[in-house]
């Protein structure tokens, strides 16, 4: 390893914790959150030779490599190798009216839920908070954006961030801060498989985002089969706090339903989850999700006339529902799908 390869990473939060004078610590914090810089180099208004002396003594950047894998629809998928070799995901998808980016808050996941490819790699480690949060300043340099250029964050990436709250908290926090990327909370969306204890230590934690729970099946017994931390979490407990949370914080939750043949798609389970939601008087969204094959997966997805008929029971029941046709889906659109199989880069990017 290089000497260079081994400086320690500068995190530009708090702005205090910068080196230099007040004013150069707002420079440099500038240049990394609402200009993207990913060297010192580029920090023009800085002296020379404090540039120098930043880029001998710290890096910005937490990746060894990131390689984009672009989809023909538009949407573009990022594999990251981390310092320590391993490797995590995001995904950036441009609409007409905004840019979002997916973000993983693991490398791998300890839920193993079975239609999921993330699952099926088990659990590799905890990200850091920046290294949360650079997979945001990475994409937005790779498009070419200001980091401020992106408005929207669903950490929906790769783990189970509710697992890791302390860091995805940390990170989250310093998005919404003004000195840094000063985003709203409503258009950050953290998705959870169901973790009572985390859901209400979320609401405590009081950052102000939207909650999406990974809900897949309103009853017990499915659900245990397909996600193996269900058999931990009934659904009624995972829902009396998914209500506590939206009492707290008035925003619509959304329930996130991957549709699975056979499994969990009949209706009584449609009427169910309008049962749990309505009982509670939740404001909420179903988004329903095609299942997005994947190789070796052990379960197969509705047929769309399925799903429209699942959706149509939803409606009849007052709940609004979508469905969210995936994007991404010739790149490897699941999550956990690149870093599953043995990959040659599209596009790299390396920095340091
Ligand atoms: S669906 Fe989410 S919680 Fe389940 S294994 Fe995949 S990443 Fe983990």
């Known amino acids: 390893m290089s000497p260079r390869e081994k400086r320690p990473i500068l995190e530009p939060w708090p702005i205090e914790a910068l080196p230099g004078e007040g004013f150069r610590k707002r420079q440099i914090a500038h240049w990394i959150y ?38 023909a629809d538009g949407s573009v998928k990022y594999l990251f190798t981390l310092k320590d070799g ?10 007409k009216d905004r840019k979002t980016v997916c973000l993983s808050s693991q490398v791998g996941c300890p839920v193993g839920c079975t239609f999921c490819a993330t699952g099926a790699l088990g659990f590799g480690r905890n990200l850091t908070p920046w290294e949360i949060l650079d997979q945001l300043l990475a994409i937005a340099h790779h498009q070419g954006l200001a980091p401020t250029e992106i408005r929207n964050v669903v950490l929906m990436g790769m783990g189970e961030p509710l697992l890791n709250l302390e860091a995805v908290s940390t990170a989250v926090r310093r998005m919404i801060d003004k000195n840094a990327l000063g985003m709203s909370p409503r258009r950050i969306t953290l998705s959870t498989v169901g973790i009572p204890k985390g859901i209400r230590r979320l609401a405590e934690e009081d950052l102000g985002v939207k909650l999406a729970l990974s809900l897949h099946a309103p009853d017990d017994e499915t659900r245990r089969k397909i996600i193996p931390t269900a058999k931990a979490y009934p659904v009624e407990a995972i829902m009396d706090a998914v209500a506590d949370y939206f009492k707290k914080t008035k925003r619509r939750v959304t329930f996130e339903y991957v549709m699975l043949k056979g499994i969990n798609d009949a ?55 979508t469905v969210r046709w995936s994007r991404g889906v010739d790149v490897g659109a699941a999550c956990g799908q690149l870093a599953l199989k043995e990959v040659g880069p599209l596009a790299f990017h390396p920095r340091r």
Request: hydrophobic share 40%.
């Open 86 to 95: 391993k490797q995590t995901e995001a995904v950036y998808l441009p609409y």
């Open 267 to 321: 209706p009584w389970q449609a009427r169910e989850v309008a049962r749990l939601i309505k009982g509670r008087r939740i404001v909420a969204h179903v988004n329903l999700i095609p299942f997005n094959p994947w190789e070796g997966a052990p379960v197969e997805g509705t047929p769309r006339e399925g799903i429209r008929r699942f959706a149509r029971v939803l409606e009849e029941e007052g709940i609004p529902t």
């Open 34 to 71: 609402k200009r993207g810089a990913r060297e010192f180099d580029e920090m023009t208004d800085l002296p020379r030779a404090l540039r120098r002396e930043l880029e001998e003594a710290w890096r910005v950047s937490e990746f060894d490599l990131v390689q984009a894998f672009p989809s």
